[in-house]
């Protein structure tokens, strides 16, 4: 089982950037799908992108071009490297593991889920 821990949130001008790291441990990212999620308030929780086990990754088409999800097998860690924030990116970010072979953005292939990240953007 693994456990997830989110980090590297916080505020930002619109236009700004961010790098969320999502720390494992109890297991390593390479065996998992792994996926970043976020939630703002009011609204239910979206994909916003995932990355498998070869490194093909899956973008939501609100972050294509801008959000860059990556993983780092040697430090054990996921990260989403996010720029050209908009005001509209504002919400809680969680990381999320879980089995497959594909990269997906649908949260119910999730099995496993850190306790989030907010990332605020002001206009």
């Known amino acids: 089982q693994v456990q997830l ?3 590297g949130g916080g505020s930002v001008q619109s236009g ?7 720390a494992a441990s109890g297991d390593t990212v390479s065996s998992y799908r792994m996926g970043w999620f976020r939630q703002a308030p009011g609204k239910e929780r979206e994909g ?4 498998d086990r070869y ?8 972050v294509k071009g801008r959000f860059s999800i990556s993983q780092d097998n040697a430090k054990n860690t996921l990260y989403l490297q996010m720029n050209s924030l908009k ?3 504002t ?3 969680y990381c999320a593991a879980g089995g497959g072979w594909y990269p997906s953005l649908l949260s119910g292939v999730y099995n ?3 306790q989030g990240t907010q990332v ?3 206009s």
């Open 16 to 22: 700004g950037s961010l790098r969320l790291s999502c």
């Open 55 to 62: 490194g093909i990754t899956k973008y939501a088409n609100s």
């Open 5 to 7: 821990v989110e980090s």
């Open 112 to 114: 496993y889920w850190g």
């Open 48 to 51: 916003v992108a995932s990355i």
């Open 87 to 89: 005001p509209e990116d």
């Open 91 to 93: 919400a809680m970010y």
């Open 120 to 122: 605020t953007v002001s």
